[in-house]
């Protein structure tokens, strides 16, 4: 009798995530576009987001990893504070300020912020 071999395969668990609730689109409100930021995203697999003032580092993690179906490892959150403005020496006013986050994607995996 010849002996056959069995061949086992393992394949890599894939993570599953949760579908995304409406909760999830009120935390991440819209990605920060700076040439900085495009330098993290390509050189250290960072992203930035413009999040909700009143949400924290897990909920901001959580529903990101939900929306985008990526892993995340680090969550780091800056308040960028507002700046008064002068328009031609004659217009005065600020630019608002705002929450903003920087997230470190699972080494491996990648987003695409720009799908048409």
Excluded: C, W
Aim: charged fraction near 30%; proline fraction near 2%.
């Amino acid at each position: 009798m010849a002996s056959e071999k069995k061949e086992t395969v393992v394949a890599e668990a894939k993570k599953t995530f949760k579908a995304p609730t409406h909760h999830d689109y009120e935390v991440i409100l819209e990605p920060v576009i700076t040439e900085k930021s495009m330098a993290l995203l390509q050189k250290e697999n960072k992203i930035t987001v413009r999040v909700a003032a009143s949400a924290n580092k897990v909920e901001i993690k959580d529903s990101f990893q939900r929306l985008y179906q990526v892993t995340i490892d680090d969550v780091k959150v800056v308040n960028v504070l507002a700046k008064s403005t002068t328009r031609g020496g004659r217009y005065q006013g600020t630019i608002s300020g705002y929450k903003k986050a920087i997230l470190t994607i699972h080494e491996g995996e990648a987003i695409d912020l720009f799908k048409e």
